[in-house]
C-alpha cells in the first residue's frame, strides 16, 4: 500500500491527547502539566527553546519514556504500555537518530521495511524520496541532508498514521531545508498526522496548523501561527515567542 494511502481516513478526530503530562529527571521538571490534542491530519508544531521540554514529550509520545504523571493516548493507546503495537502505526525521526556506518541506503530501507506485519513496497518508498540514485550508498558516505533524508523516509517506511519528527531540518542547507519542507507538506496533504519539534519559527510557520509554544515544561501558548502572532500584537512567530518570553520575566 502506498503512503499517504485513503486508509488514514479519519475514525476519531483525535489522533493524539496529551493531559497533565509530566515528567521529572531528579530535581528537574521536564514536563510539567503539558495538555494538547493533535486532530487527525493535523499538523502539531512544538517549539521552545533548549531545554523546553519538547523532546521529552514527543519521547512520551512513542513509548520511550514513561511519564510520571497524566495520560498520554495516541491513536487511543497508551505508547507506555503499547509501544510495540503502536511502533506499527506510528513512524519516528528523532534527535540525533543514526545508524551503522557501512549500512546500504537499500539494506536499511529493505530492513526497516521487514519490521511491519503489513506489507511494505521499500523499493517505491526508496523512490518517492529520490533515494534510488543513493541505493548502494552506505550511510556513513551520505551528506548531511542525504543522511537525514534517509532517516526521514526510514520513518514513513511503514506508512505510518501519526509521524513524530524531531529537529528535522537542524544542520541542513537551505536548499535542503526547503525540500524536506516541501516533503513534510506532501504528509499533510496524503492525511498523515504530523507532529514537528522545531527550533525554528519560520519553519513552524510555514508547516504548522497549530503550535503549542513550550517553556519551562508548561504550554506558555497554543493555537494556529497567525492565532498566536494575533495574540501578542507581533509580526511573526519568533516575534511572538519572545514577547511570550519577555512577558515571562
Ligand atoms: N535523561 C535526562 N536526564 C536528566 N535530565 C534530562 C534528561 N533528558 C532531559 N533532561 C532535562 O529535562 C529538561 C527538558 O529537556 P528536553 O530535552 O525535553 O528539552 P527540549 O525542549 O527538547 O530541548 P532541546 O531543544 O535542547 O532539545 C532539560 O532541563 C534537560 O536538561
Redesign the pocket.
Known sequence: MPYGSPSHDALSMEAIEVRELRKT??G?H??DGVTFTVRTGETFGLV??????????V?CLIGLRRPDGGTVRVLGEDPARRRRALAQRVGAQL?ESSLPERIKVAEALRMFGSFYKRAVDWRQVMERWGLKPLARKAFGDLSGGQKQRLMLALALVGDPEVVVL??LTTGLDPIARRETWRLVKDLKTAGTTVVL?S?YFDETEALCDRVAV?AR?RVRAMGSPSEIIAGTGTASLEEAYFALEGADR
Not at 521552545?48 to 514529550?57: L, S, V
Open positions: 529527571y531528579g528537574t521536564a514536563v521552545g527553546h533548549n531545554g523546553a521540554g519538547k523532546t521529552t514529550t519521547e534527535q524531531d529537529e519539534v527550533h513550550l515544561g
